[in-house]
């Protein structure tokens, strides 16, 4: 017979057999990984076993269902064996490849989500002036704010636990007790570890007496560097503010949220 292009080296087959050392247990080595019960024919004392229910294979692992005797003779046929792997070719994977639920934390990256909040409710300690968040600060209730490792602060500043892309967001409830001229929230940020430039500022209008306000302010921080990325939160209260807290219940809340690798 003809073939088109070169002619096949292998001209005939032969099948592969190995012969064991027997004894009292259900555990063998086969001497090639196979990847199905099926892929090889066993024989205890010359009587075929039924695969699977007999026995089970787990690359070069043989369990058997009864465990042999001293005096018994097993062998193996092998009727198919692994000789090599072949890659899929690159964006050939589709999702409706993959076995639902089959993907786990262990093949993606990890996630992480941690939120914090005031502790006690607070006022401005220099009226007018901008000033660092550093205290009444708590992660919340972990069973309920926390996925994957703690994004940790020490007074007010925040260290994340991996490097990765996250949103960052803020949320303050604040409550005049006068007329005043607004409130300004800042979210900052430090590449270095020592100077901080603002990610984001949002900015209230004037205020009634008494009248409880909301602002909130997010920005993407790329930490590339764990040691040297950080953030931390300011406020510029002007007069008669007081930040509202609680150490039971989310009336403000300082959230981070990876949405990826850097």
């Not at 993407?220 to 503010?241: E, L, R, W």
């Amino acid at each position: 017979m003809a073939y088109i292009g070169n002619t096949p080296a292998d001209k005939y087959q032969t099948l592969e057999k190995q012969s064991f050392s027997v004894s009292a247990t259900t555990g063998y080595t086969l001497s090639y990984s196979v990847s199905s019960p099926q892929d090889i024919a066993l024989y205890i004392n010359n009587v075929r076993q039924n695969p699977n229910s007999s026995y089970t294979v787990s690359n070069t692992a043989l369990t058997l269902s009864s465990a042999t005797s001293s005096s018994d003779v097993m062998y193996a046929v092998f009727l198919g064996k692994s000789v090599g792997t072949i890659a899929p070719a690159s964006n050939s994977v589709t999702s409706s490849m993959l076995v639902d639920n089959s993907v786990t934390t262990a093949k993606i990256a990890n996630a992480v989500a941690g939120q914090f909040r005031f502790t006690s409710s607070f006022a401005n300690a220099n009226n007018g002036a901008t000033e660092d968040i550093t205290a009444n600060l708590e992660e919340n209730d972990t069973s309920y704010s926390r996925v994957g490792s703690a994004i940790t602060q020490s007074s007010g500043i925040f260290t994340f636990p991996s490097t990765g892309i996250y949103l960052v967001t803020a949320l303050v409830w604040f409550n005049p007790t006068s007329a005043s001229s607004g409130v300004s929230l800042f979210i900052k940020a430090t590449a270095n570890n020592s100077s901080y430039v603002d990610l984001a500022k949002i900015t209230t209008g004037s205020s009634g007496n008494g009248r409880p306000e909301v602002i909130t302010a997010n920005a993407i921080f790329d930490v590339t560097n764990v040691s040297t990325h950080k953030i931390k939160f300011a406020t510029n209260g002007g007069d008669y503010i007081t930040y509202q807290g609680s150490s039971t219940i989310n009336n403000n809340s300082f959230t981070f949220l990876k949405l990826g690798d850097t």
